[in-house]
């Protein structure tokens, strides 16, 4: 008999992909999350600046209905408000910041690793394929959530400069983690694409491609006639359900956060499921 | 009775689909790989050696056939199967912003280490006088190769798959690996491993098997592959003599003539030889065992097919 083996002695242990994709990638919490917190300090900062807000009404007024329905609804004077001008010029684009970090963080779970092959070192460890995807997909939930807490320190930190500021701190609070399941959304794409496609440059086109065509799907349809095709097919695109004024105004919408969050289960379970049964590497 | 086997495929096939293509990367592959020894696959780039590994460790999933590895499916129980496995790939990619003990560190922490495979890596990366500090990315091929040797045996695994494994070491390193595979031998563990390389199979392996175009040739072991086929034959003569004289005789493929000599490549009988120069004074003959080059050109010979 051979001498024993060790790993027959211990049990391979839980949670070390999860813990080791932290390791390696908590940096970017910093990095990320610093850096959309600076430009949530420096969009709030402008805020108390006497006749601000009125002159950017006028700026609203000045574009094409349509354009700013589509992302803060029909009610100019909204934009006009902190809340109307924070959920324009920082929530309705900051999320793209995410989104794209999402897309970044979803390659990093299997194809960067599929197509370097230390994905052939890893999966010849006694791990199965699913805890690649689950752990590693748990540990970058995570990391864009630190992430996203981060712009939240930026806007509170923003806030106590200015007095004068009427804003309820608890809806920026909501506001900000209404862009946690948007996110976790593109993460789950991201990683149900890694699953089906084993090219890098494929993955990125894709989640790329669900970050503008959300975009624009959401921009179009908001912009055209209730009953047109543009209009329903805006109930594709995450953004849709992420509706930055209606959060920052009343608060979170359960019902398009259960959304998000369901759809990111099925991908990441069809991901699961899609990468257990195929060829790795090849 | 024979011990059951560590290693055994029935049938094990792979094709690839590529659009309307389908290429046969393994056909049909029956082989056995018995538990403590050395086994040799070898093969030219796109035999399928590469396949027959990935297979094994369910990385790739077969057309048809199986693949069995201590008596226990390669698919279905690949996680379980992984902890007796120790692998390293032909091209080896490691994580290349972690340093060589962050490597170890990590994959000590995926098989569950207790501090015992740590310990064991650091020994064998003294073995090897290989430094754990650097990057990944600051190492050289070999070193490179080094660390992936370490981190496929840190765990004492009771099967090693090796794909091309002395690809980028020098050659005094090459006498330490060969060593490494003998002790793992006498440890009681199985080496499986695939190569191009043919000295390197004849310095360290029991058993060879020759794959080419996805089809295994032959299974032999070493001993009798060096033995078998041809042989070569150098008959020195006192006279000049035409090779013509012996070009024609039974088992003769190939004569060369120099200085009244005739090197002759003989299989089968002597005594055809023998009775085709009877009459010219033969001053003495020398026979040479074929190389293991020889007898891999032997079943890849030009034409492709197997030679006898």
Redesign the interface.
């Known amino acids: 008999m051979p001498e024993t083996n060790l790993t027959m002695v211990n049990r391979a242990s839980f949670g070390s992909v999860f813990a080791e994709t932290l390791r390696q990638n908590w940096k970017q919490v910093l990095y990320w999350g610093l850096g959309c917190g600076a430009m949530g300090f420096f969009t709030i900062s402008l805020l108390p600046y006497s006749g601000f807000l009125e002159a950017y009404q006028k700026i609203i007024e000045m574009l094409p209905p349509e354009f700013y329905q589509a992302f803060l609804g029909e009610d100019t004077a909204f934009a006009a408000t902190p809340e109307g001008y924070l959920s324009g010029e920082f929530f309705s684009w900051i999320v793209l910041m995410y989104a794209l970090y999402a897309v970044i963080a979803g390659l990093n779970v299997t194809v960067n690793e599929e197509e370097s092959g230390t994905l052939d070192i890893l999966l010849s460890l006694p791990l199965p394929r699913w805890r690649v995807i689950v752990e590693k997909t748990a540990a970058f939930a995570i990391i864009i959530t630190g992430m996203i807490l981060l712009s939240f320190v930026g806007l509170w930190a923003g806030e106590l400069l200015t007095d004068a500021l009427v804003i309820d701190t608890g809806r920026i609070a909501e506001s900000v983690l209404n862009m946690l399941p948007s996110a976790l959304l593109v993460l789950g794409f991201t990683v149900f694409a890694a699953s089906i496609f084993r090219a890098r440059s494929t993955v990125t086109r894709l989640g790329g491609a669900i970050i503008v065509g959300s975009f624009f799907v959401e921009l179009l349809g908001g912009m055209a006639n209730q009953t047109s095709l543009a209009r329903t097919l805006t109930v594709l695109s995450f953004y849709h359900y992420y509706d930055p004024a209606g959060v920052i105004q009343y608060g979170f919408n359960w019902e398009n956060i259960g959304i998000l969050l369901a759809a990111t289960v099925v991908l990441l379970a069809g991901a699961v499921w899609r990468f257990q049964q195929r060829d790795l590497g090849v | 009775m024979a011990a059951n086997p560590v290693i055994q495929t029935d049938n094990l096939t792979k094709v ?1 689909k590529t659009g309307k293509e389908a290429v046969v990367a393994l056909k049909d592959l029956n082989l056995s790989v018995q538990p403590g020894e050395i086994f040799g696959f070898l093969g030219p780039n796109g035999a399928g050696k590469t396949t027959t590994i ?1 297979l094994l ?5 077969p057309t048809r056939g199986r693949a069995n590895i201590f008596g226990q499916d390669a698919n279905l129980n ?3 199967l ?4 120790g ?1 390293l ?1 032909g ?5 290349k ?2 340093t060589g003990k962050q490597v170890v560190n ?2 000590a ?6 501090g ?2 740590v310990k ?1 890596a650091n020994e064998l990366a003294e073995q090897l006088d290989l430094d754990f500090s650097k990057k990944v990315r600051a190492y050289s091929s070999g070193n490179r190769r080094k660390l992936g040797l370490v ?1 496929s045996m ?5 099967l090693l798959i090796l794909d091309e494994p002395t690809g980028g070491l020098d050659p005094l390193l090459q006498q330490t690996f060969n060593q490494m595979m003998r002790d793992a031998r006498a ?3 199985t080496v499986f491993l695939s190569s191009h390389v043919l000295g390197e199979v004849q310095a360290i392996c029991d058993r060879v098997g020759i794959l080419r175009n996805g089809e295994l040739k032959a299974v032999e072991r070493v001993d009798d592959l060096t033995h078998t086929n041809f042989q070569w034959i150098t008959l020195r003569f006192r006279d000049a003599i035409a090779p013509e004289v012996v070009a024609q005789v039974p088992g003769v493929t190939e004569v060369t003539a120099e200085n009244h000599s005739l090197k002759v490549r003989l299989s089968g009988d002597f005594d055809p030889l023998l009775r085709a120069v009877e009459g010219h004074y033969i001053v003495g003959v020398q026979t040479k065992e074929p190389t293991l080059e020889e007898i891999f050109l032997a079943f890849y010979g030009n034409n492709g097919a197997q030679k006898s």
């Open positions: 690839y990935r460790l369910d990385l790739i999933r690949s996680v379980a992984h902890q007796r496995i692998f790939p091209e080896l990619s490691l994580w912003h972690l990590y994959v922490s995926v098989r569950g280490d207790d015992r495979m064991h981190v840190m765990h004492k695994p009771d440890a009681g563990r």
